[in-house]
T-cell receptor, first 115, second 114 residues
Framework: DAMVIQNPRYQVTQFGKPVTLSCSQT?????MYWYQQKSSQAPKLLFH???????NEADTPDNFQSRRPNTSFCFLDIRSPGLGDAAMYLC??????????????FGSGTQLSVL | AQSVTQLDSQVPVFEEAPVELRCNYS??????LFWYVQYPNQGLQLLLK??????LVKGINGFEAEFNKSQTSFHLRKPSVHISDTAEYFC????????????FGTGTRLTIIP
């Protein structure tokens, strides 16, 4: 019954080694989001896609990229992970753009460790 | 820009006791307010939201929250908690217009003591 699926649940990578996190959805929602959640901090929006339109947050580092090849899938690419990128990465979806009054559906997250 | 503050990072409560999780927001314009819950090893899910109308909002699992514009607060309450309520609770705010994003608080970890 999972509607937003993130794989893997735990990901370990080496300092500087590119890593990709994946997210898929069965809701057919137009919008997909990537959040970064560090320990004891608020989830922070990195970027989102409205259909194929990519919307980057102003303070998202260039090290973070995203791809959305189709409605169902969205990927987060970290080109050169640093120790400070260790965090929980949450994928979310909503039917329409902007979460003003829309319900977000979240995946279970991928916990990224950088060694 | 809007912001939200959750002053209590951890709240321990005995089972069947009442609980209140505090949330205060800051914004120069009208806002929508949300509470999300994150159970262990799961993603966030919506508990309840305030968009307009009645200031007392009822959500899932027996939770409710009251919007207080004068105090810029949206505290979450439950009259009697259960072990299964152990989770992280996030308050969030967005501007009541346009395609604004959600801004989350830092979360409150609710621990239920048997």
């Amino acid at each position: 019954d999972a509607m937003v699926i993130q794989n893997p649940r735990y990901q370990v990578t080496q300092f500087g080694k590119p890593v990709t996190l994946s997210c898929s959805q069965t809701l057919n929602h137009n919008v997909m989001y990537w959040y970064q959640q560090k320990s004891s901090q608020a989830p922070k929006l990195l970027f989102h896609y409205y259909d194929k339109d990519f919307n980057n947050e102003a303070d998202t580092p260039d090290n973070f990229q995203s791809r959305r090849p189709n409605t169902s899938f969205c990927f987060l690419d970290i080109r050169s992970p640093g120790l400070g990128d260790a965090a929980m990465y949450l994928c979310a979806t909503s039917r329409h753009q902007g979460a003003t009054n829309e319900k977000l559906f979240f995946g279970s997250g991928t916990q990224l460790s950088v060694l | 820009a809007q912001s939200v503050t959750q002053l209590d990072s951890q709240v321990p409560v005995f089972e069947e006791a009442p609980v209140e999780l505090r949330c205060n927001y800051s914004s120069s314009v009208s806002v929508y307010l949300f509470w999300y819950v994150q159970y262990p090893n799961q993603g966030l899910q919506l508990l309840l939201k305030y968009l307009s109308g009645s200031t007392l909002v009822k959500g899932i699992n027996g939770f409710e929250a009251e919007f207080n514009k004068s105090q810029t607060s949206f505290h979450l309450r439950k009259p009697s908690v259960h072990i299964s309520d152990t989770a992280e609770y996030f308050c969030a705010v967005s501007v009541a217009a346009g395609n604004e994003k959600l801004t989350f608080g830092t979360g409150t970890r609710l621990t239920i003591i048997p």
